[in-house]
């Protein structure tokens, strides 16, 4: 495995998804959707199992909370490595979507108008 950091605004920028794992969270890198059922992955390290989800629930019910503890407890070092670009990634998507909310209120705010105002009496 890689030790090189990825372009985290690569990362933040990503959208799409492989048909091998779900798009979303750093972790899959580590793992891969087992074929027999869906509700469990594979290590990509040691190859053991491990549950994402309840059998028969919906995939978008699923978590990656097991994998996460998986790597944290059985590969410390490849977790810290994924938690760490999890964090830079998040952190980078929070900046673009607030200079994206900053740059939208720019334009719709109203700005005091500098041009003199013609008041014309219509009560005469």
């Keep these: 495995m890689s030790t090189s950091a990825p372009d985290v605004s690569a990362l933040a920028n990503a959208s799409g998804s ?3 794992r779900p798009a979303g969270s750093l972790v899959w890198s580590h793992f891969t959707i087992s074929t027999k059922n869906l ?39 490849e977790y810290v490595l994924a938690k760490d670009m999890s964090d830079r990634a998040e952190s980078e998507r929070k ?13 719709y705010q109203l700005k005091p108008s500098t041009s003199p105002v013609l008041c014309v009496d219509t009560t005469a």
């Design 18 to 20: 492989s048909s091998k």
């Design 95 to 107: 900046r673009l979507k607030q200079e994206s909310k900053d740059a939208t209120n720019s334009l």
């Design 39 to 77: 509700a469990l992955a594979i290590c990509n390290f040691c190859e053991t199992e491990v549950r994402r989800g309840t059998d028969g629930k919906k995939a978008s019910s699923f978590s990656t909370k097991g994998l996460w503890t998986h790597l944290k407890v059985h590969h410390h070092g």
